[in-house]
């Protein structure tokens, strides 16, 4: 399994912008797909967006499409998610995960960072 730990959450006005970094350890990193989920409080986690190992491919929820980023630098073993025009409804706390392909699903993905926690106010 792969580790996982993300950073870069924290509470922003609407229309700002925030990093996300995800740090991967333990495997091989450009081996994996990864992928950005959200859930917000009494909600199910969704899928964000996804990359594959490679970098080569990435997938977007619509909700998100023209706005967030997802790409991945495999020679730091990090994942990233550039969030854009932040809406309150963004407002969530974020995952990071590792896969063996791109996928929406979230159980088709094996490792799990810990979250964290984006706030967007109006």
């Known amino acids: 399994q792969v580790h996982l730990v993300e950073s870069g959450g924290g509470l922003v006005q609407a229309g700002g912008s925030l990093r996300l970094s995800c740090a991967a350890s333990?495997?091989?990193?450009?081996?994996?797909?990864m992928a950005w989920f959200r859930q917000a409080p009494g909600k199910e986690r969704e899928f964000v967006a996804s990359?594959?190992?490679?970098?080569?491919?990435?997938r977007y929820a619509d909700s998100v499409k023209g706005r967030f980023s997802i790409s991945r630098d495999n020679a730091k073993n990090t994942l990233y998610l550039q969030m854009n025009s932040l809406k309150p409804e963004d407002t969530a706390v974020y995952y990071c995960?590792?896969?063996?392909?791109?996928?929406?699903?979230?159980?088709?993905?094996?490792?799990w960072g810990q979250g964290t926690q984006v706030t967007v106010s109006s």
């Open positions: 995960a590792a896969g063996v392909e791109p996928s929406t699903t979230g159980p088709l993905y094996h490792s």
């Open positions: 333990g495997r091989t990193f450009n081996g994996y797909a």
């Open positions: 990359i594959s190992g490679s970098g080569g491919y990435t």
